[in-house]
């Protein structure tokens, strides 16, 4: 079975430059989460879809974080404009209902 | 909010060394209970789980007991190997029915370091 595809796994831009992610989850996974790894830190949370909806956003800065999944299937996570803070790993997961999670490899953006 | 605790690392034992890293949480209702696994340069792994108040989860020689009366989900190996190094994650997920998702919660993460 293929795992979770993430795309780019390294980005190195300059602040105020924008970025963006692809990911695409294990087939028939209908929930796909966003994750931001700060080094050192555990992942946070930054958006949660079912299916195409947004179920949890409450962390995702807004003014500059983007993310969709269009037809429910894989997804695209945009940082505009990036600042250093937003160094760190992005990534995405994908389960079934209340089943364990199951990662990709991540994103790894460094932001000069 | 959902918290998980874990020891701070970096841990760094010699080789067959007894292996412990302490997580707790705090959350409401009835989580299920995860360690999941960061090898150097891949993705987070799930390493064993447990559902419910008194599971053991186990997998490649790692345990953990979800205790529900020290709301604890310690991690523990008999003999750990060079292999093991790696980052270890303590994490909970909830269904919160108010917003009709689950929520997953982190720890800080424990690094590993085995010496032969």
């Known amino acids: 079975e293929a795992g979770v595809a993430q795309s780019p796994r390294y980005k190195i831009i300059e602040k105020r430059q924008s970025v963006a992610f692809w990911c695409n989850p294990i087939?028939?996974?209908?929930?796909l989460y966003w994750y931001q790894q700060i080094l050192g830190q555990g992942p946070k949370l930054l958006i949660q879809?079912?299916?195409?909806?947004?179920?949890?956003d409450s962390q995702l800065p807004k003014d500059r974080f983007s993310a969709e999944r269009l037809k429910g299937v894989d997804s695209t996570l945009k940082i505009q404009p990036a600042k250093l803070e937003d160094s760190a790993v992005y990534l995405c997961?994908?389960?079934?209902?209340?089943?364990?999670?199951?990662f990709g490899e991540g994103s790894r953006l460094t932001v000069l | 909010g959902d918290s998980v605790t874990q020891m701070e690392g970096p841990v760094t034992l010699s080789e067959e060394a007894f292996l412990t890293i302490n997580c707790t949480y705090t959350?409401?209702?009835?989580?299920?209970l995860f360690w999941y696994v960061q090898y150097p340069g891949e993705g987070l792994q799930l390493l064993l789980k447990?559902?419910?108040?008194?599971d053991k989860g186990s997998n490649k020689g790692f345990e953990a007991t979800y205790r529900k009366e020290t709301t604890s989900f310690h991690l523990e190996k008999g003999s750990v190997q060079v292999s093991d190094s790696a980052v270890y994650f303590c994490?909970?997920?909830?269904?919160?029915?108010?917003?009709?998702?689950?929520?997953?919660?982190f720890g800080k993460g424990t690094k590993l370091s085995v010496i032969p």
């Open positions: 997961a994908s389960s079934t209902v209340l089943s364990e999670l199951f």
């Open positions: 087939s028939g996974h209908a929930t």
């Open positions: 879809f079912q299916n195409n909806g947004v179920v949890d």
């Open positions: 959350a409401t209702g009835y989580p299920s």
């Open positions: 447990a559902t419910k108040a008194d």
């Open positions: 994490a909970l997920i909830r269904r919160d029915s108010g917003a009709g998702s689950y929520q997953l919660t």
